[in-house]
């Protein structure tokens, strides 16, 4: 199976750096894709940016240059770095994982959020 455990979220003030780690700790290793959605209160879930098994990257054009997703895929993690933080990024931070291959995603797996709040 597959077991995401995040970390690194918490206050920071805007303008602040954060970075997230997710790890998947079960016994499937081979996951195609790993990222992270987001949801703030009231509102749906969102991609943030997710990074897939041969180098390719999507994310969310609002996020691109301030937010930056990389693997280690061999130590099963994904990062998120997030620099400018902005009040509007306050959300819960939702590690994702996909089991496929060319962009078909046939199991989905996701961990349980870790808070990030920006605030002054």
């Known amino acids: 199976q597959v077991q995401l455990v995040e970390s690194g979220g918490g206050l920071v003030q805007p303008g602040g750096s954060l970075t997230l780690s997710c790890v998947n700790s079960g016994s499937i290793r081979n996951i195609y894709i790993m990222g992270w959605y987001r949801q703030a209160p009231g509102k749906q879930r969102e991609l943030v940016a997710v990074a897939k098994s041969g180098g390719g990257t999507d994310y969310q054009d609002s996020l691109k240059g301030r937010f930056t997703v990389s693997r280690d895929i061999p130590e099963n993690t994904v990062y998120l770095q997030m620099n400018n933080l902005k009040f509007d990024d306050t959300a819960v931070y939702y590690c994702?994982?996909?089991?496929?291959?060319?962009?078909?995603?046939?199991?989905?797996?996701w961990g349980q959020g870790t808070q990030v709040t920006v605030s002054s």
């Open positions: 994702y994982a996909g089991l496929g291959y060319n962009d078909y995603v046939h199991a989905e797996f």
